[in-house]
């Protein structure tokens, strides 16, 4: 019985004494994402535009707007995901609501264009213009990506008008300019 008892614990002492194999298993992990087609605007896209004294001396449209407050244009930084985005500028023309029906020789509507401007990544710009006087939006590509730049985007009023020789009725004129930077479909 002591041998059988001395054999056994040489046994187990043997099984405890062998080292134990190190096994490992490895694999992959895949991964994937998706940006989405979409242009932003750090700080938005609105701003406004003081075009001061709207008519010289003899009443007619200053055509210039050279007595703006602060500048005729503004500048935006839009970041777009895909190339080839959408430029669209809608330019309202400048009403004086106060004036329903002008008096002969007279109007309460000044013209205009707006100009949207945007650098492209490669270099050069995109440009589209839209006239106050023509209902609804010119658009354009860019052609490329935009500029991966500050003020990549700008907005530029110009070229005021009105029915020839007309005279600007006195008051406040009010119009506005819709733009749009939007992802290529």
């Known amino acids: ?28 992990i895949d991964l994937t994402g998706t940006v989405a087609a979409k242009c932003t605007a750090a700080g938005g896209l609105n701003s406004s535009i003081d075009l001061g004294e709207l008519a010289v001396a003899d009443g007619t449209v200053n ?9 005729l244009t503004r500048t935006f930084t839009v ?5 080839n985005p959408q430029l669209s500028v809608n330019a309202s023309p400048l009403v004086n609501a106060a004036v329903v029906t002008p008096t002969t020789g007279y109007t309460n509507t000044v013209n205009y264009t707006a100009t949207m401007t945007a ?3 490669a270099g050069g710009l995109a440009s589209v213009a839209d006239t106050s006087n023509v209902a609804g939006a010119t658009t354009v590509l860019v052609g490329d990506h ?11 009023v110009s070229t005021g008008n009105t029915a020839a020789g007309a005279l600007l009725e006195a008051g406040t004129y009010n119009g506005s300019i819709a733009i749009t930077v939007a992802p290529s479909a």
């Open 146 to 156: 935009l500029a991966n730049a500050a003020s990549n985007v700008a907005v530029t």
């Open 63 to 71: 055509a210039a707007f050279s007595a703006n407050n602060g500048g």
């Open 119 to 121: 650098a492209k990544a």
């Open 79 to 83: 970041t777009c995901t895909s190339s």
């Open 1 to 28: 019985m002591k041998k059988l008892i001395i054999a056994a614990l040489a046994a187990g002492a043997a099984a405890f004494a062998v080292p134990a194999v190190a096994q490992s298993v490895s694999g992959t």
